[in-house]
């Protein structure tokens, strides 16, 4: 059965740092691609970062591109998310969720066949 | 950007009846479409891709059609379970969602 566990949300003040992890099971996680996807407090569904499978390839939102880092540790088979400079607009729970293929082929990318249940994030001072 | 906009916002449904949901994108996106259910507190659960095809273990009663920039969602007969968020994810020019339509008991 695969499982996607996400954790490490919490409160954070306005340009503090915070790292989530998701701890997959029950799948080959690292021939996968996996993402982090958020919804902010009455908005809809916003996809923020992805890693490719296999050879390390990443792809940011503009919204998070220079203060948010992908990385995956296939050998823990765990996804993380590095969140640094954080702002009051990144407050939003958080899910992690596995793409049905490795990577994006150009633009044409993919479905997400398991989520997380999410981790909420909150940046208040 | 490809813009997906579902609509309606909401939809008032009685148990038995069909629930029809609408999706449609800001461009042709072949049919490179899911569908997601989300309820309050746990994880959306994928329903359909391909624009109709069905996940296995998804019900029958859940279908899918169009292709290009109308998409529709059909329920064709609610059951108590089938009451809460759905998604529409294009995923031919990188990835965006819809807004989501909340689906509730008449």
């Known amino acids: 059965e695969v499982q996607l566990l996400d954790s490490g949300g919490g409160l954070v003040q306005p340009g503090g740092s915070l790292r989530l992890s998701c701890a997959a099971s029950g799948f080959a996680f690292s021939s996968y691609a996996m993402s982090w996807v958020r919804q902010a407090p009455g908005k809809g569904l916003e996809w923020v970062c992805g890693?490719?499978?296999?050879?390390?390839?990443?792809w940011y939102a503009d919204s998070v591109k220079g203060r948010f880092t992908i990385s995956r540790d296939n050998s823990k088979n765990t996804l993380y998310l590095q969140m640094n400079s954080l702002r009051a607009e990144d407050t939003a729970v958080y899910y992690c969720a596995k793409g049905s293929l490795p990577y994006c082929t150009g633009v044409l990318c993919y479905e997400f066949d398991y989520w997380g249940p999410g981790t909420l994030v909150t940046v208040s001072s | 950007e490809t813009v997906m906009t579902q609509s309606p916002a909401t939809l008032s449904v009685s148990p038995g009846e069909r629930a029809t949901l609408s999706c449609r994108a800001s461009q042709s996106i072949s049919s490179n479409l899911a569908w997601y259910q989300h309820k309050p507190g746990q994880a959306p659960r994928l329903l359909i891709y391909?624009?109709?095809t069905r996940t296995p273990g998804i019900p029958a009663r859940f279908s899918g059609s169009g292709s290009g920039t109308e998409f529709t969602l059909t329920i064709s007969s609610l059951q108590s379970e089938d009451f809460a968020v759905y998604f529409c994810q294009q995923y031919n020019y990188l990835i965006t969602f819809g807004r989501g339509t909340r689906l509730e008991i008449k």
């Open positions: 391909g624009a109709s």
């Open positions: 890693v490719a499978g296999g050879p390390d390839s990443t």
